[in-house]
């Protein structure tokens, strides 16, 4: 399976947008770019995912590059609330698992 | 609609014992996975199953057993704890995009976990 690179930590301040690197070098052409995020002693909720075009929802923003080699996870006015370990997973569009591989993600701290 | 449910969502084991973790879902999804997380990692996967009756191994499956008896429910049970096996266990499920859904119907949905220490 082709592997995600994130960084280990990144802080943001209240109320500031928040980006959030994820490499995949190693991208297919059928794998999907999902976004997870876990918030402190939760399960992982998911936020966004897309394959090549960038999107939009209530939670958060995902910038694809043109190559598909990188995204871009965008908290547009970060919370307290959005602190969590933020993970970049590439999900196959084929087989029969549908299987999530997570990585070790990024961890986000928001300062007051 | 309460979601992902897991029961217990602590327990101490000795080493040696056997316990079954307990999830269930009512959102009516054929996938269901059992996934645990050690201290400052991410989720492996143990389990899963795409269907009722149906089971299949994962990244870690070696120690544990599932069961898919009933749609809403799968079973994970660890016949002969060791304390390598201390984790905090997540049982998520999801829907089967074969059905004809589109890729955002493949959204997992997680349970609150379940904290088990083996001593």
């Known amino acids: 399976d082709a592997k995600t690179t994130q960084p280990n930590s990144m802080e943001s301040n209240e109320e500031e947008p928040v980006h959030l690197p994820c490499n995949h070098s190693t991208i297919s052409g059928t794998d999907y770019i999902h976004w997870y995020r876990q918030l402190p002693s939760q399960g992982p909720e998911y936020v966004i995912h897309?394959?090549?075009s960038n999107v939009n929802n209530r939670m958060a923003s995902l910038a694809i590059a043109e190559d598909r080699k990188s995204s871009t996870l965008i908290l547009h006015r970060a919370t307290l609330r959005d602190a969590a370990v933020y993970y970049c997973i590439l999900r196959r569009r084929s087989g029969s698992a549908r299987q999530l591989t997570f990585g070790s993600g990024t961890q986000l701290t928001v300062l007051p | 609609n309460a979601g992902v449910t897991q029961t217990p969502k602590f327990r101490v084991l000795k080493t040696g014992q056997s316990m079954t973790l307990l999830c269930a879902q009512d959102?009516?999804?054929?996938?269901m996975y059992w996934y645990r997380q050690d201290p400052g990692m991410g989720l492996r996967l143990i389990h899963y199953?795409?269907?009722?009756?149906?089971?299949a191994k994962g990244e870690v499956p070696d120690g544990y057993n599932v069961s898919r008896l009933k749609k809403q429910n799968f079973l994970l049970g660890l016949e002969s704890a060791a304390p390598s096996q201390t984790s905090v266990y997540f049982c998520?499920?999801?829907?089967?995009?074969?059905?004809?859904?589109?890729?955002?119907?493949?959204?997992?949905?997680f349970g609150p976990g379940t904290r088990l220490t083996v001593t």
């Open positions: 199953s795409v269907g009722e009756g149906t089971t």
């Open positions: 959102m009516n999804h054929e996938y």
């Open positions: 998520a499920s999801s829907y089967d995009p074969k059905l004809g859904g589109a890729e955002s119907s493949y959204e997992q949905y």
């Open positions: 897309g394959l090549t």
